[in-house]
């Protein structure tokens, strides 16, 4: 059981803009930045989000990031068939003093 | 450019220690702007945090594991090390080792490619 919640999978078209949601709690979401990996099989997780929206070079603008109290998003517009992959949310947990992780989302390009 | 290597045996047997080292090139473990990490991921499963080092040698473990994890750095060979004792079968997993950013300051996080560690006698 992951102390971010996601969905396990998400699916769309090319072209589409699909939305993968991380929910929380006051103590990891609620007042820490959210992160966002990528992940295709086989391979490390990349870092796609950090400090809730900011892209790292290279990452291109069709994803973005969002958050509201205690929940986050990960949107990617666009979508593209090389977009079919695992991606994660993550946060530092006050309660903890850990990082957490959500369980993770498959996302399917139809 | 930031480059982290995982290394460390890939068979460990039940209820023996396990041992990785991450070599950090490119930039240096007593950096105070980061902290250096170990994830986890088992075969078709999520992320696992496992825990962190800062330069001073402060350490933060993930509580499920606090009880059989070690982490260590070495700054004259700029690496840093993880220890998990008494494994079983669920500590079977890929192990990646990370710079992770401050927790108040944010950042970009860097990840090793990953070594897999299997538990087997």
């Known amino acids: 059981q992951s102390v971010l919640t996601q969905p396990p999978s998400a699916s769309g078209t090319p072209g589409q803009r699909v939305a993968i949601s991380c929910s929380g709690s006051s103590s990891n979401i609620g007042g820490n930045y959210v992160y966002w990996y990528q992940q295709f099989p086989g391979t490390a997780p990349k870092l796609l989000l950090y400090k809730n929206n900011q892209r790292p070079s290279g990452v291109p603008d069709r994803f973005s990031g969002s958050k509201s109290g205690t929940s986050a998003s990960l949107a990617i517009s666009g979508l593209r068939s090389e977009d079919e992959a695992d991606y994660y949310c993550?946060?530092?947990?006050?309660?903890?003093?850990?990082?957490?992780f959500g369980g993770g989302t498959k996302l399917t390009v139809l | 450019q930031l480059q982290l290597q995982e290394s460390g045996p890939g068979l460990v047997k039940p209820s023996e220690t396990l041992s990785l080292t991450c070599t950090v090139s490119g930039g240096s473990i007593s950096s105070s702007s980061y902290y250096w990490g170990w994830i986890r991921q088992p075969p078709g499963k999520g992320l696992e945090w496992i825990g962190n080092i800062y330069y001073s040698g402060s350490t933060y473990y993930n509580p499920s594991l606090k009880s059989r994890v070690t982490i260590s750095a070495d700054t004259s060979k700029n690496q840093f090390s993880l220890k998990v004792t008494s494994v079983t079968a669920a500590d079977t997993a890929v192990y990646y080792c990370?710079?992770?950013?401050?927790?108040?300051?944010?950042?970009?996080?860097?990840w090793g490619q990953g070594t897999l560690v299997t538990v087997s006698s």
């Open positions: 990370a710079r992770q950013p401050m927790i108040i300051r944010g950042g970009e996080d860097s």
């Open positions: 993550a946060a530092w947990d006050d309660s903890l003093s850990g990082w957490v």
